[in-house]
């Protein structure tokens, strides 16, 4: 590896009539009369030819090796931009730059030209795409698969303070310069029709698949190029067409076929990507897009297998296939109808394989996320499955007897069907049965998946049941993003530390260097600045930076509290201006995030907070102490700008909702301060830096399990606490709706009346006493600076890199491969 990284010679030459050549064939534009995406878009291009030689390279290496590999499965895969963090992969970053510059082009402005591919929702999206990004940098054999949305998560408003969703073409009319389109790795899917038997030609009894309609699943790749190497993996994205018609004349002669056909064009599979984040929707569409998405992968990860020589037998023993959540499951009653309706094994042959090649993580505890599908839905659109997954049920329900013998009990909570007036499939039993290895995301979750959610399967499949904390890629979300703090961390502790994250430990022995904290805190403050600067070109509010910028930014969700932090702004507001002893440092509150579309009272969180912000950010009476920001469109690329510039992290979460959390490791990396919960991997992040660097307040899981057992009464705290009751009152006034009472009253009512299912209430004193410890502590900017660099110092265990090597060793047995 040579300077920056940098694994071979860039060819400047080269590389600049690359640009041109594009921007002439492939654009139509000449040098004179390009524009600023023209030539983003050109050069994205060259850079791409770059990247797709080493992809088909490391492919070829790594199927002459026979290499052991995984396969993501995932729904989602949240990448953000791509050019500006694959020009630092490939080490190119100086060297592009310098070569645009002769070209009279700005980098830094050509990647803003960039849209984000938002083919995810949240975190679970995100964290898809730092495990590919840590697979790549060290050589871990892997393809992702997820699908190519044509619309990724809708763009977000605000009309009068109110979310407006508006499809996200992501795409553009050009397509995006790093995707390549591999036609030949084209794969078709079946859906509906009915299952029958036959006799085959030896004699046996065989069921077979005679389906309605058949699509077709094209493969687009997308580059994941590995860091200061030159491995670079596919993130494989199927799209959806419709197939030649002949299914449907060969089928179609009989009217009972047709007539299960909904009204169905194959382009609608993947026109869009379903907006909800922790939450189960049940829609036949999406089940589709599930089928979709597995049926194509399956069989491209038996198409690898067997093009490489390999044996169908040894498939557990070079593949294995990691599901993101429950949203892949049926890629596991898939590959049993292929290997026993195909490959012709018997049911313990294929099972045998399947147990041993499928391993599926979990990332929530919330009922409302835990997928379930009816049984009539599946049975309609995929009666083989539907078939197979009675027989692993039937084969587990009698394990369970032997466990247990008698106890209806236990079978009726373990069994894969759930019992009812509609009978349902439960895709996480399905999914604990069927693999090797189940995972939660953090320590305190997967403790409460053994213990809460899946006790009695903890027991009968000893070991099976473990833990991955998560991670994030230190790539994107150190270097990439806060080249102030990089350039910092690389003078005291050497520069590979993106590869190495450990060696950030190295900053804990300057905390207490007045010198480096100065520079440090100047850091902050240029990307505070940066942040400012934003806000007042794209919102028109002026910030002062000599504020506390106290960010929350993540998903709209009751569980995660926005509605807390709202409240004290409210208490704030409150005492500004009703106690003239009260006295607070300046703040400001940013808020990001998006609300799915049918989310009512999300919405109305938004709505309420944006009004609060009109209202208080143009208050003289406030005397500028008092700031509220609520960013639209909250995405990838804007978190980019937003966690370097956080002095406190808000990770508020009700404990034992939010299984990991991931926004939290970027915010503390960047030198933000937590205030959070004992939830997900807040507990571990307080481990690692100590209880003085961290924030802590609120019930803990198992007093919110005692309190709601006892009765949980929201109105004990509404009485007991005057500063609560004030807050809660000013929802009800027009104080912030001027001439509309009661447009925020739902909030309240929600937790008055509603019950406040996340005991935001009962949190509420412990937050607000918490914030005035925060206030206090920030006065004295030198022990701020030391808490904050040993925050930075003290993050390493959060590398994406630790997780990937934990699933590594532990999960999937795999070596890395060198290129
Ligand atoms: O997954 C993150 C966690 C986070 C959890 C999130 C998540 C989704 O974004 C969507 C569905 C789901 O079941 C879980 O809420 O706590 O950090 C990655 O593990």
Redesign the pocket.
Same mark, same amino acid.
């Given at each position: 590896m040579s300077k920056n990284g940098q694994t071979q010679q860039f060819d400047k030459a080269a590389f600049q009539a690359a640009v041109e050549k594009h921007l002439t064939t492939t654009y139509a534009a000449t040098v004179e009369n390009a524009t600023p995406r023209n030539w983003y878009m050109a050069m994205g291009k060259a850079l791409a030819e770059i990247s797709t030689g080493n992809l088909l390279a490391t492919e070829q290496q790594l199927a002459s090796e026979k290499a052991r590999s995984v396969n993501y499965l995932s729904l989602e895969f949240l990448i953000g931009r791509l050019t500006g963090n694959n020009l630092i992969s490939m080490g190119l970053y100086e060297d592009v730059a310098a070569a645009m510059e002769e070209l009279g082009q700005n980098l830094t402005d050509l990647l803003e030209e960039e849209r984000d591919p938002a083919l995810g929702?949240?975190?679970?999206?995100r964290?898809a795409a730092c495990f590919m990004d840590s697979l790549a940098a060290q050589e871990y054999p892997a393809v992702g698969y997820g699908l190519h949305y044509e619309y990724g998560l809708f763009r977000q408003s605000f009309v009068d303070g109110r979310q407006v969703e508006a499809p996200d073409a992501w795409r553009g009319i050009e397509g995006y310069p790093w995707e390549v389109v591999r036609p030949e790795l084209t794969q078709h899917v079946s859906l509906y029709g009915h299952v029958e038997a036959y006799v085959d030609d030896a004699g046996n009894n065989c069921r077979r698949w005679v389906p309605g309609m058949t699509v077709e699943g094209i493969a687009w790749d997308l580059p994941i190029v590995g860091y200061g190497n030159n491995s670079v993996y596919p993130l494989r994205l199927w799209e959806c067409r419709s197939s030649a018609p002949f299914n449907l004349s060969r089928f179609n002669d009989g009217d009972y076929v047709g007539a299960q056909y909904p009204a169905l064009e194959a382009g609608n599979v993947t026109k869009v990507l379903y907006p909800n $984040?922790?939450h189960d929707q049940g829609k036949a569409l999406r089940l589709m897009q599930q089928y979709f998405h597995c049926a194509c992968s399956v069989a491209d990860i038996l198409r690898r297998h067997l093009a490489a020589g390999n044996k169908i037998e040894d498939l557990a023993a070079l593949e294995t296939i990691q599901l993101n $959540?429950t949203h892949p499951t049926i890629a596991i009653p898939e590959l049993m109808r292929v290997l026993i309706d195909d490959f012709k094994m018997s049911w313990d042959q294929a099972w045998e394989i399947c147990s041993h090649t499928f391993a599926y993580t979990n990332?929530?505890l919330l009922p409302e996320?835990l997928e379930t599908w009816s049984e009539a839905l599946i049975q309609q659109m995929l009666p083989r499955h539907m078939e197979i997954i009675f027989e692993i049920n039937h084969r587990f329900m009698l394990q369970v007897e032997k466990t247990w013998p008698g106890n209806n009990e236990v079978k009726r909570k373990l069994s894969i069907i759930q019992e009812g007036p509609q009978r349902m499939v439960r895709m996480a039993n399905l999914c604990v049965v069927s693999t090797y290895a189940v995972n939660g995301?953090a320590a305190l979750h997967s403790e409460l998946v053994k213990r809460d959610l899946f006790p009695e399967f903890n027991e009968l499949f000893p070991g099976r049941l473990t833990n991955v904390t998560?991670g994030v890629t230190p790539r994107r979300w150190i270097k990439y993003c806060n080249p102030g703090l990089s350039a910092l961390i690389s003078e005291k502790v050497g520069d590979d530390w993106p590869a190495h994250l450990e060696k950030i430990a190295g900053l804990e022995k300057f905390a207490d260097d007045e010198a480096f904290q100065q520079r440090y805190m100047a850091v902050k403050k240029e990307n505070k600045q940066r942040l400012a600067d934003w806000i007042n070109e794209n919102m028109g509010i002026e910030l002062d930076t000599n504020a506390i910028f106290d960010i929350q930014i993540k998903?709209l969700h009751e569980y995660k509290r926005q509605h807390l932090n709202l409240l004290h702004i409210l208490s704030l507001y409150h005492r500004l201006l009703n106690d003239p002893t009260f006295d607070m440092h300046p703040r400001v509150f940013i808020f990001g995030a998006k609300a799915a579309p049918g989310y009512a009272l999300a919405k109305d969180i938004i709505f309420a907070i944006n009004k609060v912000a009109e209202k208080v950010n143009n208050d003289e009476r406030l005397g500028g102490k008092l700031k509220v920001v609520f960013i639209p469109d909250y995405r990838v690329s804007l978190a980019e700008i937003l966690f370097p510039a956080a002095d406190v992290s808000e990770q508020i979460s009700t404990a034992g909702k939010?299984?990991?959390?991931?926004g939290n490791m970027k915010f503390a990396m960047n030198g933000a301060l937590t205030i959070g919960t004992m939830d997900?991997a807040n507990v571990e992040m307080r481990e690692e830096v100590g209880d003085d660097n961290i924030f802590i307040f609120g019930l803990l899981v198992d007093e919110v399990q005692k309190l709601k057992n006892e009765g949980y009464d929201p109105y004990r705290y509404y009485h007991a606490d005057s500063l609560l009751r004030a807050a809660l009152e000013l929802l009800n006034t027009d104080e912030f709706t001027p001439g509309h009472p009661g447009q925020l009253a739902a909030i309240r009512q929600n937790l008055l009346d509603g019950g406040d299912p996340y005991l935001v209430l009962a949190d509420f004193a412990d937050y607000v006493k918490t914030h005035e410890e925060i206030d206090a502590q920030y006065r004295d900017q030198k022990t701020w600076a030391r808490k904050a660099i040993l925050n930075t110092a003290l993050m390493s265990k959060f590398s994406s890199d630790r997780s990937i090597r934990d699933y590594a060793n532990n999960i999937w047995k795999l070596e890395p491969v060198k290129r």
């Open positions: 929702n949240g975190g679970l999206g964290l $984040d922790n $959540d990332h929530t996320a995301v998560n998903r939010e299984a990991s959390g991931t997900g």
